[in-house]
């Protein structure tokens, strides 16, 4: 029989109303780590999926990787690459690579009798992965994107759309300016979309490849690059390495010299952004781990001061030190996992109330998504309870050798 196991629950378990002191102090030391738990899951959660929001979206109009023109990725213009057979044969032998996507860029202007405005035109292929814009669609369709032939449609974002009073199935001119002059060419509105994401929103708009192509001039088989997607994105910078190392400085067909740059190499802004959220993150969940900690500290203290007499009677009994401390380290034992329930109930209900209804909301102009968006990890959250109950009693630890000097004698002379 395991002796300290057994006083624990009875002390666990104890309803004497003349434990005045321990009963509030136990409650205390519960809510500390109920609290404590409750916000670090909260934590988490939210700045997952803050950071897998935004990363999502920024991959949706970037792809994992891209392979375009080494002077594309040094000076930002668009220089052309001829995609051929042993460029894709290399792409296909990298395991990590799922799927690639032929683009095409070329800027141009979207004109309507009383405004206008400045926009990228990205013709994309038959193969492009249109789940992202799916997702973002809030008006209209996606129009079938070809390389072959020209659907003179165009998808274009909410803000373009309220900046040039545009709607779905309206007519709109589009003009290009190359060094034989101004081209304009007329495309139909067959969609809205919105990503909240301001600096691709104000100037992307998706039509075909084939338009794209043929409006800056290039040959069939002429792209501005391809992006690749992968299997895992916390393997991006070791995939990128790996082809880089195989297609970086080699040339296409024409002579033109090839890069690869992963997403995160192309803008290192908001990744750098999001990588600082996980400071605060670690600085949120060792407050929290202090404040359970202090609190259960001081509640085991104040319930071995108060059960001083019961612990001089073990001593007087027989009982070891080391039985008494660890009966008293069970006992707060339960007590954190008490806490860890509350705390768990607590944080997951509010992440599950803020997934489906969507509760809090944002400035989607300022923070690009219009909710708190939030992810449940659940490997993640075992972890946290794990880690919680760990230090809890590792803390305790220490306190717990106030017992040994408790002498049998002097805790039961006023008894």
């Known amino acids: 029989m395991n002796l300290p196991?057994?006083?624990a629950r009875r002390i666990n378990s104890d309803e004497d109303k003349s434990q005045k002191v321990s009963r509030p102090a136990i409650r205390i030391a519960t809510a500390g780590v109920a609290i404590g738990l409750a916000v670090m899951i909260i934590s988490v959660c939210v700045v997952m999926g803050f950071k897998h929001s935004v990363r999502d979206k920024v991959v949706g109009f970037g792809g994992n990787i891209q392979v375009a023109n080494a002077l594309t990725h040094q000076t930002g213009e668009e220089a052309p690459i001829l995609l051929g057979d042993s460029i894709q044969h290399i792409i296909k032998e990298e395991k990590a690579v799922s799927s690639l996507q032929r683009y095409c860029y070329r800027q141009g202007v979207l004109k309507t009798d009383n405004d206008f405005l400045g926009v990228v035109l990205k013709g994309i292929g038959p193969e492009y992965d249109t789940t992202f814009i799916s997702t973002?669609?809030?008006s209209g369709s996606i129009p079938q994107f070809s390389d072959s032939t020209s659907s003179n449609k165009l998808l274009i974002s909410k803000y373009m759309a309220d900046k040039l009073r545009l709607k779905t199935g309206n007519k709109v001119?589009?003009?290009f300016i190359d060094h034989n002059g101004v081209r304009p060419r007329r495309f139909t509105i067959s969609g809205i979309y919105q990503t909240n994401l301001s600096q691709y929103d104000q100037l992307v708009c998706f039509t075909d490849l084939y338009t794209a192509v043929k409006l800056n001039g290039w040959e069939k088989g002429m792209v501005s690059g391809v992006e690749l997607s992968v299997t895992d994105f916390e393997a991006i910078d070791e995939t990128t390495l790996r082809l880089s190392g195989r297609i970086s400085g080699a040339t296409d067909?024409?002579?033109a010299t090839l890069s690869v740059a992963s997403i995160r190499q192309?803008?290192?802004q908001i990744f750098s952004w999001l990588d600082l959220l996980d400071m605060n993150v670690w600085i949120i969940l060792a407050l929290?781990?202090?404040?359970?900690?202090?609190t259960i500290v001081s509640g085991l203290l104040i319930i071995i001061l108060e059960r001083t007499t019961m612990i001089g009677i073990l001593k007087a009994l027989g009982a070891?030190?080391?039985s008494i401390r660890h009966t008293f380290l069970w006992f707060a034992a339960f007590i954190v996992g008490k806490g860890l329930l509350i705390g768990n109930l607590l944080g997951l209900g509010l992440v599950v109330l803020q997934k489906y209804t969507g509760l809090v909301r944002l400035d989607p102009e300022t923070y690009y998504v219009p909710t708190v968006p939030v992810e449940i990890n659940l490997p993640l959250i075992l972890a946290l309870n794990v880690a919680t109950l760990a230090i809890c009693i590792f803390v305790l630890v220490a306190p717990s050798?106030?017992?040994s000097h408790i002498h049998p004698a002097k805790s039961m002379r006023y008894e």
């Open 136 to 138: 973002n669609i809030v």
């Open 401 to 403: 050798y106030l017992i």
């Open 288 to 294: 929290m781990i202090v404040v359970a900690g202090v």
């Open 266 to 268: 192309l803008n290192p």
């Open 5 to 7: 196991l057994f006083l």
């Open 253 to 255: 067909a024409n002579g």
């Open 173 to 175: 001119f589009a003009y």
């Open 320 to 322: 070891r030190n080391d």
